[in-house]
């Protein structure tokens, strides 16, 4: 078992060499995301046009934070929010979408 005392000041890369490990945290978020928002897509409800920004209204105050689809766009590596709508429509391919960006997707 890796012991590492909290004195050493060792980056966080440095102890998952040391322990041959991978990050997989972000991996497992992103995978759970995008199964969450492909079944919510498709249901076609009040979830539905929240996600996808439908309903009106006054934005808050300061930075604009990055939408979900923005982020599991860039995981998929799908070039637009159309192909990716399309692709939760049909529940295989967003499955093998899913399955290909957790294999070769960063975070």
Not at 22 to 28: A, F, V
């Amino acid at each position: 078992m890796l012991r590492i005392s909290w004195t050493e000041r060792k980056s966080n890369q440095t102890v998952l060499i040391k322990a041959n490990s991978r990050r997989s945290l972000i991996k497992t978020i992103r995978k759970r995301q995008a199964t969450f928002l492909g079944h919510v897509l498709r249901r076609e409800k009040l979830e539905h046009l929240i996600t996808t920004g439908k309903l009106y209204g006054k934005g808050g105050k300061g930075k604009q934070r990055e939408k979900l689809m923005d982020g599991l766009k860039r995981w998929l590596g799908s070039g637009s929010s159309t192909e990716t709508m399309e692709a939760m429509g049909h529940r295989e391919l967003w499955r093998n979408m899913i399955a290909d960006a957790s294999k070769h997707g960063t975070g």
